[in-house]
DNA sequence: CTCGCTGTTGCAAGAAGTTGCAACAAGAAT
DNA sequence: ATTCTTGTTGCAACTTCTTGCAACAGCGAG
């Protein structure tokens, strides 16, 4: 799978203003190592990163931060819901800023081919959750697993 | 949370000898690691447990197996669609045998609290998924990150 | 029952992720 | 502009997870 965000490779100045925005109303400080962080992440607004690929951004241009605080630091903005963790099947998972996307993935478990759905398509669901038992979705943007119509397709064969 | 399984915290006989046939048509050996990793699944066929959790079981109730073995052998158990992977909000993630469990869910990520809803209400959706991209959803079993009916309503008094 | 092929295991080394703590600096108060 | 408070950082030690490889043991063939 291959997501690109911002086709330039740039990060927009707005974008990183409103992160920095949320990063003090939530009364956390602005320090140099989560301007860098925020600054990747913005910079790939679409994108999902992998903490270790966050530190090699960062230590590509300019200053690099020590680890421990790449951690501690993702765990905070995920906290304060600016970001949030995504587990596409096993292996690391990924950080990706918190947006009202319109789509959900629908990630196969053989051949890692990602699926966009739109939201409107699932929101059904959603709202029914919501109604029922009171249970707000948060970020929806969330990893739903299965085999995709291919594999799904050669498994068949295979039992035949 | 607390899930448990087997209210008499014993496998039966049944279950682990169909583990163990399923192993075996899928082309892989059945090893004193495997067996014993199995066994503790199926104590716990309702339960989510962690590798870690899984080795320090093996170890109290007899031969200890190495951590590697372990993470390979969960993986290999988990491509053969025998046990599945489920990440409950970050936090290592937790294995679990892939079973066709008639609930799913809701994970509340500020509180933890997790709710259980009936498969039938989101089947739906799933079914509409495969006949719209012929994708198969698999192991039913997947956490939907939210908040809880009490979460969200004391995020409404804090902002007011 | 024994042999042989080859998937598996355990070990060891390394990479990734976590935690405690003293030094530091963001930002409010003055 | 300076000071003070306290949230953050970087370091170091540790735990957890991954990977390469030689020795080992399932299990099918004979």
Redesign the interface.
Known sequence: MTIVGNPMGQSTPELEDAIHEKIRAAGLRLTMPRRAICAVLAVNDEGFLTTQEILGRIGEQGVPIDPSTAYRTL?DL?KIGLIH?V?LG?SP?RWHLTVEHDHQH?V??ICGKT?L?PTA??Q??FD??RE????????HH?A??????TC?ESEEHDHA
């Open positions: 765990d995920a963790l587990h096993s998972g629908l196969c478990e699926t759905v398509e699932i059904p669901m029914q959750l029922r038992y009171g249970f707000q979705t948060r970020h969330f739903i697993m299965g085999h995709c119509e799904s």
